[in-house]
Each structure stands twice: as C-alpha cells, then as structure tokens.
C-alpha cells in the first residue's frame, strides 16, 4: 500500500434493510485499476460489510452498492469505511475513506 493522504468523505447514512448506492467521478482515467470499499467497525477492524463495486471507465465512475439483505445484517452505530484502488502492477492505494452512520429505518 501506497503512503498517500486518503480523501475523507463522510457517507449519506445506511438504513439497515435497504439497499445504498453510492457514486465517485474521478479526475483521471479508472482503466487499468480494481477497487475494494468495507465498512468496518473501527479503523483496522474486520469488514461487517463489503461493497459491490462497479466500474464506468467511460465516465470515470465507480458505483458502490450493498443490498437490502447485507444491510439487514449490519448493527446501528457510526463505522468507518475506505475505497482502495489496485493498479495494474498491483499497488493498493487507499484513496477515499471516511464516517458512515448505520440507522434504523
């Protein structure tokens, strides 16, 4: 992993049972990388919830999702949760983290 400053953003909040999509335009071309975002309990944790991850290098996009059913699984709190990018020689840099609320509906 890469010594870089993450971003910090702080997520809309996750409502347990629901499904959560959230969306990042990058500033530079996405060809070439593969990402992985977790929610965690606390910086270092285990994941309690890994996103899906889709990828538009068109529009330099990376939708990240959960479903009703990951989100039913998640307890009420305030995690934290990170983007990484993996480049084609297999960096990881770790470029978004931040403070996502999990609520009740």
């Known amino acids: 992993?890469?010594?870089?400053?993450?971003?910090v953003v702080n997520l809309n909040p996750i409502v347990i049972g629901t499904d959560v999509i959230y969306v990042f335009t990058f500033p530079?071309?996405?060809t070439g990388y593969s990402f992985e975002a977790k929610v965690q309990t606390e910086v270092g944790n285990n994941a309690v919830a890994t996103?899906?991850?889709?990828?538009?290098?068109?529009?330099k996009r990376v939708t990240m999702s959960l479903t009703d059913t990951t989100t039913s699984e998640l307890s009420v709190g305030l995690c934290t949760w990170y983007?990484?990018?993996?480049?084609?020689?297999?960096?990881?840099?770790?470029?978004?983290?931040?403070?996502?609320?999990?609520?009740?509906?």
Do not use: C, H, W
């Open 1 to 7: 992993m890469t010594n870089v400053i993450p971003a």
């Open 83 to 105: 983007l990484e990018q993996t480049d084609a020689n297999g960096l990881i840099t770790k470029i978004i983290e931040g403070k996502v609320r999990i609520e009740k509906p």
């Open 51 to 59: 996103f899906t991850i889709a990828i538009d290098t068109v529009n």
């Open 28 to 30: 530079y071309s996405i």
